[in-house]
């Protein structure tokens, strides 16, 4: 999404300050006209770097019992574990932005998952964002991953790992085309399809959420590969962008009351109409609760993170 706020910016910017804007007026407010666009490039600048949030200040978890409080798009969580930068299997994306702690139960997904991936010979795994030491808001980029139980997977698979400029300042890799309905055939890959499936096959896994054209793509290939299990299908969820990256999201673990679990997937593997409905601005759902996009009203956050909020404030 950070990407497509960048890009939209900058169009607004050409827009305001394109001489042939204003081509119509006298020679004599040019200056005046150049000195507006500065001063809007300016205001659009300063404007778009939203305030860090609290949670953003703080540099490592809370210190107690692992608990995820509160939902995916409003909540915290207590005693997350970082996750290991040395490993086999993964790599760390971004680690300047340390976004990469986690509930316990995600750290041993993270691991599962990889370890599953490795077994195969895919390639690499490329970690993007998970929760932050406290989890808790994002300034931009993220409406959940506050909870520490969502991670961000890029749809690439080095044969090989990444130096550590590459994984500081990584390249996206979009596998969907401009239309927003179909993949990239010369960049989608078997080993992209075997990275999803292995994923959304672990019973822990409550959602995926994909770009639709990746979705798409894979009820085809499911179809064309004979795959008599498709309830791994059901897992995985169309949402707008996530074209380059899935977003993995956990169910709550066992024994935490004050973390809230999203409404049940409908039934079947969610390759038929509804899936369909996507591709059609008419009828595209955007009940699926919880997700990346911005909400226009921000929740009061759960008590018990508002008391933590507190706590550290004083």
């Known amino acids: 999404m950070f990407f497509f706020i960048s890009k939209l910016r900058a169009k607004i910017i050409n827009l305001l300050c394109r001489g042939n804007f204003f081509s119509l007026m006298v020679r004599t407010l040019k200056h005046i006209v150049w000195i507006g666009c500065f001063l809007g490039f300016s205001a659009i600048t300063f404007t778009s770097q939203a305030k860090p949030t609290f949670w953003q200040s703080l540099t490592s978890p809370i210190d107690g019992l692992s608990e995820s409080i509160g939902g995916y798009s409003n909540g915290c969580i207590i005693g997350a574990k970082p996750l ?7 790599q760390i994306l971004r680690m300047q932005n340390n976004r990469y702690y986690g509930h316990p139960e995600l750290i041993r ?24 030491p406290g989890g808790g808001r994002f300034d931009s980029g993220h409406a959940s991953h506050q ?3 969502d991670v961000d997977i ?14 500081k300042h990584p390249t996206p890799l979009s596998l969907v085309n401009d ?11 078997k080993s992209i399809y075997d ?3 292995i994923a959304a096959s672990d019973e822990r896994v409550a959602r995926i959420f994909v770009n639709p054209a990746i979705k798409k793509q894979l009820c085809i290939d499911a179809t ?7 309830t791994w299908l059901r897992n995985v969820r169309p949402w707008h962008y996530h074209q380059y990256h899935m977003h993995i999201r956990l169910n709550c673990p066992v024994g935490e009351p004050d973390c809230q679990n999203q409404a049940p997937i409908p039934a079947g593997d969610g390759c038929g109409n509804e899936l ?24 009061a956050i759960p008590e018990r993170c508002e008391l933590i909020r507190q706590h550290f404030s004083e």
């Open 179 to 189: 239309d927003n309905r179909t993949i990239i055939k010369e960049k989608w890959q």
């Open 147 to 149: 909870s520490g139980l």
């Open 84 to 90: 290991n930068n040395n490993s086999e299997h993964y």
């Open 109 to 132: 997904y993270i691991e599962d998952f990889t370890n599953r991936v490795n077994m195969k010979s895919l390639g690499w795994v490329l970690i993007g964002d998970m929760s932050m």
């Open 224 to 230: 064309l590969f004979g795959e008599n299990d498709r």
């Open 154 to 167: 890029w749809l690439q698979l080095p044969k090989s790992p990444w130096h550590e400029e590459k994984l």
């Open 195 to 197: 990275l999803i499936k």
């Open 276 to 299: 369909e409905s996507w591709f059609n601005p008419k009828e595209k759902s955007t009940n699926e609760n919880q997700t990346d996009d911005k909400q226009n009203k921000t929740p």
